[in-house]
């Protein structure tokens, strides 16, 4: 059986690029189910390029809990993707509901890193397959960034929440901001992205404000991380809206990564 350090301690290295330019192939995938047979992988696009094989790498691993492999065939090489995580096990039963489109979407977000170094993370959230243990807690202290969205939704494509947009959001965890004295120029997540230029990731500011608590975008805080977040809406017309997120994967790190991601801030834990 999987410990929960296997379960939830991973470790982010993918590529916002690839996750972007394959939005229409993840839709595809999520309408049927993953697996006919609980072990061959369905046929999608992504299977075709060395691009589309880590996305689902990741995807499966966020998808599937830990000891569950599906394997795909590209003319005479078989690869082999293996679960991790478990948040969508439904997934092979049938399509991929937006709930849980919503929960592996948060997944892959905290997986991407722009710099291209893979670091452990500890991925913490209101999700049982995201629960730690002590030693879990007491390795990963530093709290850093959350993430919400939905990047199996087509952009202009209505999802059940009402957006059309990207669907790709991050919040900064009130300990980063306290790590970083309010200054949110230190603490914007700039590892997701090789370049703010052509970064699809929306950051919204600090999860919970502590400077203004009645504007933050989570209303719900706990010690695995926040609750009914809000981000902006594009919709049809143009209209001023929220969507709530309650499928928030927040990321906690071990001490000297964050001081690496973040040299302007203090670390609040040793």
């Known amino acids: 059986m999987a410990t929960f350090e296997a379960a939830v301690v991973s470790s982010n290295r993918l590529s916002m690029n690839r996750l972007s330019m394959n939005r229409l192939s993840m839709n595809g995938l ?37 000891g ?20 969508a096990p439904d997934w092979l039963r049938g399509p991929l509901p937006e709930r849980s489109q ?18 452990a993370i500890s991925l ?7 629960a730690a ?9 530093q709290e850093e960034i959350s993430f919400f969205g939905n990047v199996f939704q087509p ?35 700039e590892r997701t992205c090789a370049s703010k230029a052509d970064c699809s990731l929306r950051f919204l500011g600090p999860c919970r404000d502590l400077t203004a608590p009645k504007t933050s975008v989570c209303k719900d805080v706990s010690l695995d991380g926040y609750g009914r977040c809000q981000a902006p809406t594009s919709t049809t017309l143009g209209e001023s809206k929220t969507s709530r997120y309650d ?22 834990f040793p």
């Open 30 to 66: 999520s309408m049927s189910r993953l697996s006919a047979d609980g072990r061959k992988l369905a046929t999608t696009d992504l299977l075709l390029d060395e691009d589309g094989r880590e996305l689902l790498r990741y995807t499966i691993g966020c998808a599937l809990p830990e």
């Open 68 to 87: 569950k492999s599906l394997v795909g065939t590209v003319g005479s090489t078989t690869y082999r993707f293996d679960g991790r995580i478990g948040l």
């Open 102 to 119: 919503r929960w592996v979407t948060a997944c892959l977000l905290a997986h991407v890193n722009g710099y291209g170094v893979e670091v």
């Open 124 to 130: 913490r959230g209101g999700h049982p397959a995201l």
């Open 133 to 141: 243990d002590s030693a879990e807690r007491l390795a990963y202290q």
């Open 155 to 189: 952009l202009g494509t209505r999802d059940e929440l009402g957006d059309i947009g990207s669907r790709m959001y991050a919040c900064g965890s009130a300990l980063l901001q306290m790590s970083c004295a309010d200054d949110e120029s230190a603490f914007a997540p």
């Open 247 to 268: 499928e928030i994967v927040t990321v906690f790190l071990q001490r000297p990564d964050f001081s690496a991601f973040y040299p302007l801030c203090t670390p609040l």
